[in-house]
């Protein structure tokens, strides 16, 4: 990249571009879990979630759901709307699996009645904790409406989403998305992968994401390929 670096995060880059309201998305191949405190590498990881964030992104659009992605420029780059990230990471589950199963003592698999929406901080030095509207409130995060937006949004994406990966036979167990502000319009922003996603094989229940690496189970490169083949196929 020759373009002016702007923000170093733990698994992306963001460059400058000649558009003041475009920049450029980088993936790299860093890995990250338990705030940072397990570093690593995942071959081809930033190809990959570029890949696979682009067609979900497209996908999300054909059905009304405008992001912050405008076209993937090369297999590791995709060129995007700048945003001004709303400090609120929306989660979406659908099973019970990590710290839902921890708070809730659910055993991990178990499928919830209906999906549950939750919201948390986004804040690395405070860990991104778990929070509610009062907080929101309190920290002025977001408006009531905006609130309701992003709760309305999240249920949105896990039905398009959830639809499709059915026919991909992958169950999508839970999800985090971000959202951002361009021109006072609230978009999806960030990524969706097997970084932010939690993806299990309808049959098996055979992890698909990074608790392959959060675990150390193994397999983490194949399971990347193998959520990009069958989206593509």
């Known amino acids: 990249m020759t373009s002016k670096l702007l923000y170093e995060g733990k698994a992306k880059q963001i460059f ?25 590498q995942i071959h081809s990881k930033g190809i990959l979630n570029n890949a696979i964030s682009s067609f979900f992104f497209e996908l999300l659009d054909s059905r009304g759901v405008s992001s912050h992605y405008v076209k993937k420029v ?8 700048k945003l001004k990230i709303i400090q609120i990471e929306v989660v979406v589950r659908n ?54 937006y992003l709760f309305e949004q999240g249920l949105k994406i896990n039905s398009i989403l959830t639809g ?32 932010t996603c939690r993806f299990w094989d309808s049959d098996t229940n055979r992890k698909l994401d990074k608790d392959l690496f959060r675990r150390d189970l193994g397999g983490v490169e194949e399971a990347y390929q193998e959520i990009y083949d069958r989206l593509k196929s």
């Open 16 to 40: 400058e571009t000649e558009h003041p309201y475009e920049v450029l998305v980088y993936f790299k191949d860093d890995a990250t879990a338990f705030d940072g405190q397990k570093k690593g």
């Open 74 to 81: 090369d297999e590791r780059t995709m060129l995007v709307k």
């Open 95 to 148: 099973i019970a699996a990590g710290s839902l199963s921890q708070r809730l003592g659910w055993p991990e698999g178990r499928v919830l009645p209906r999906p549950v929406v939750e919201f948390y901080y986004k804040d690395d030095a405070l860990g991104d904790p778990l929070i509610n509207e009062s907080h929101i409130d309190v920290l002025g995060l977001a408006s009531p409406e905006e609130v309701r």
């Open 164 to 195: 499709y990966l059915q026919t991909k036979k992958v169950k999508l167990v839970d999800f985090k998305l971000e959202f951002g502000k361009s021109d006072q319009v609230i978009l999806l922003g960030d990524e969706i992968s097997p970084d």
